[in-house]
């Protein structure tokens, strides 16, 4: 499973997204880790996004035979596991794709760790994006992935969609009456 944001909006933006869709639909099919899978499509990438973009994403596989969940952050938000009803949020060091600074390209295999975790039947796995945890109040203040992790907690127990809409129901009575500024995915 994945999860990813491209900087910037737009139609250069929703441009990005299908390359690195279609980019990660090949990668798959030849690559299981996901540190290797990050570093080879922030090569393929590194040259072909303009100075003004970059892509975050979060790489997770999940083995249901070994029972464990392997993942690498590319500069994305963490990913946050429910298991026997505690919350934790995992968040791997990882730069973002496509980041064109002079030696971004070959610091960001070093900088890029894969971490793995046992996975339990009925723990929750969720990846989202920013928009989530960043909605903002009326004062200026975040909705936060601690804040995510307690709504999810708390509704642990529903399914898939009954989660999502509890989360998206918190978040919105979180921001009130302010403007949304980011799309939200989970």
């Known amino acids: 499973v994945l999860v990813a944001d491209v900087s910037g909006k737009g139609t250069s933006a929703a441009l990005y997204m299908a390359e690195l869709k279609g ?4 990668l798959t099919k030849k690559e299981e880790s ?3 899978l990050l570093i080879e499509a922030n090569r393929l990438l590194a040259n072909h996004l303009d100075n003004r973009n970059f892509i975050t994403m979060t790489y997770a596989v999940i083995d249901l035979d070994a029972r464990t969940l392997t993942c690498a952050r590319a500069g994305h938000t963490p990913l946050i596991v429910v298991s026997h009803g505690k919350s934790h949020v995992i968040a791997p060091p990882g730069m973002v794709l496509g980041l064109r600074l002079p030696g971004a390209s070959e610091r960001f295999p070093d900088l890029l760790e894969e971490y793995t975790r046992p996975i339990d039947p009925g723990d929750v796995v969720v990846l989202y994006t920013d928009g989530i945890t960043e909605a903002m109040n009326e004062h200026g203040d975040f909705f936060s992935d601690e804040a995510l992790a307690q709504v999810i907690v708390g509704q642990h127990e529903l399914d898939a969609a009954g989660i999502r809409e509890r989360v998206v129901r918190e978040v919105l009575s979180f921001v009130g009456a302010a403007d ?4 939200m995915t989970m």
């Open 180 to 183: 949304p500024h980011d799309d």
């Open 34 to 36: 996901p540190r290797r």
């Open 23 to 26: 980019l990660m639909l090949a």
